[in-house]
């Protein structure tokens, strides 16, 4: 379970998937020179204060040198989001680094052992928080195909909850995490549990063991920090076995594009992503549903949206590797 950075990072994304219940309505909107001001506002009282409440549900309005229409496809396509990244977060004269601007935040100190990630909540929403990260974790179990012996690989694991838990009932476990603190975190929990689960330090597509493949690979509030998406999800294919499959969970997916993601794929335009980019320089990607299925269908993938009625967090895109989904892969991303 990837609450891999810092605790705003699940109320977050629980703010993004409950916004799509919400049905379209006028909107409020700020400019990109406004951001600074926006995290003024939202460092004095979070998301929860009183003054973040006329910016709760503003979207970025995108800045004038945007271009829209773009083939999503395209280099120049990607190139315009770095920028766009590089706008709102501030970054000036060097192009995105994951393992610079990746950096986990707010962990100092943690114990991974008897409260990792969302135990070490004590606010009034702590309960209804970790409800949704059970949740989600039961669904993954549910959906993942997996019975004790086979491997599992989990990218952006952070605490590693679902790993955990997967080890626990006897499946090999390895998480690969761009952050070193979370690799010994994951490490001192499988010592503590005597349980086959491992942490590499890594970034996404990396192969964490020579010539080991896996039944299932996932991601938990991960993918949408994977900017490198386009060589990562055909790369799967090379690290899955025959019958494998992807899990995404946690992550921000729109079933159609509007005011925080209106385009295929790119940068978020919510106002708290947009505050949170400024603060810590992560980049934070959203996904238009036809764009994802297509995406893992050009590299040989079949793919399912799986509902969760409790909890949008608990919502699952499974896609099942398909027969020549290794030619798929090579062929499908000309």
């Not at 680094?97 to 929403?125: H, K, M, T, V």
């Not at 192969?207 to 999800?233: G, K, N, S």
Request: hydrophobic letters at 45%; aromatic letters at 12%.
């Amino acid at each position: 379970m990837t609450t891999r950075r810092a605790r705003v990072l699940s109320p977050r994304i629980k703010a993004w998937l409950s916004s799509l219940k919400r049905t379209v309505r006028p909107g409020v909107y700020f400019n990109l020179e406004e951001v600074d001001e926006l995290l003024r506002v939202y460092r004095e009282g979070g998301a929860q204060g009183a003054a973040w409440k006329p910016y709760e549900h503003a979207h970025m309005r995108l800045p004038d040198w945007f271009k829209s229409g773009l083939d999503p496809w395209s280099p120049e396509y990607a190139a315009q989001q770095h920028r766009l990244w590089a706008a709102i977060a501030a970054v000036d004269g060097r192009p995105y680094d994951a393992a610079i601007d990746e950096a986990d935040f707010g962990w100092e100190g943690a114990d991974p052992i008897l409260q990792p990630g969302f135990y070490q909540r004590r606010d009034a929403l702590a309960v209804d928080s970790a409800a949704d990260h059970v949740l989600a974790t039961g669904m993954l179990l549910k959906h993942s195909g997996l019975k004790p012996g086979d491997w599992a690989l989990e990218y952006g694991a952070g605490f590693a909850q679902s790993a955990l838990a997967l080890a626990r009932l006897g499946v090999n476990v390895d998480t690969i995490d761009v952050s070193p603190r979370f690799c010994d975190f994951v490490n001192r929990q499988a010592e503590h549990f005597q349980v086959p689960l491992q942490g590499f330090h890594g970034q996404f597509g990396d192969a964490p063991r020579t010539a080991q493949r896996y039944r299932l690979i996932w991601f938990y509030e991960a993918f949408h920090h994977c900017v490198d998406f386009m060589r990562v999800v055909p790369r799967l294919t090379e690290l899955l076995e025959d019958g494998g499959r992807v899990i995404l969970a946690g992550e921000p997916i729109v079933e159609q594009e509007y005011a925080a993601v209106p385009y295929p794929w790119g940068v978020r335009l919510h106002s708290e992503v947009a505050v949170v980019m400024r603060q810590t320089r992560w980049f934070e990607l959203g996904f238009s549903e036809a764009f994802l299925f297509e995406l893992f269908r050009r590299a040989g993938f079949a793919g399912r949206r799986v509902d969760c009625a409790p909890s949008l967090f608990g919502r699952l895109y499974v896609f099942d590797r398909t027969s020549g989904a290794r030619t798929a892969a090579i062929d499908g991303l000309d």
